[in-house]
């Protein structure tokens, strides 16, 4: 859904002001987002896990044993938990070299009139739509 350019413009002004509030955080927003990662070789293993236990599973419910079944159905949940949380994975984000300087106003000198005066205009904006709206 696109947004209307009135939106764009909001939007644009949120991004400038959180550049100017804290750029560090705001430069860390704007880097890629981290792709998982699968491990085929963790994905099998707990798979054939997981048939592993199912197999012990049928085999205690056919020799009436339930803690054979109950062994099987650890087991099995042993390969569910090991394939999904091995399997994917997030890849680990490049290591920064040294923190990297302030770009922009230091916390001191920013207007912070300017700033609450902006966020007093759309908490205004947001209450006349809730308002409006029942």
């Not at 509030?21 to 927003?29: C, G, I, L, R, T």
């Not at 880097?31 to 085999?59: E, K, M, N, Q």
């Not at 106003?105 to 209450?127: C, H, I, V, Y």
Request: avoid cysteine; charge should be positive.
């Amino acid at each position: 859904m696109a947004l209307s350019e009135r939106e764009q413009q909001l939007l644009a002004q949120l991004e400038q002001q959180l550049n100017a509030d804290d750029p560090q955080f705001a430069s860390q927003m704007d880097a890629r987002p981290v792709r998982p990662t699968f491990s085929t070789r963790a994905i099998v293993l707990g798979a054939v896990l997981g048939v592993i236990g199912l197999g012990v599973v049928i085999g205690g419910v056919m020799a009436n044993f339930v803690p054979l079944g109950v062994l099987g159905f650890l087991i099995m949940a042993l390969g569910v938990y090991w394939a999904s949380m091995h399997g994917a994975g997030k890849s680990k984000p490049k290591a920064e070299n040294g923190p990297k300087p302030k770009s922009g106003p230091s916390p001191q000198s920013a207007k912070p009139s300017t700033s609450s005066g902006f966020m007093r205009n759309l908490e205004n904006k947001w209450d006349e739509r809730r308002s409006s709206g029942q």
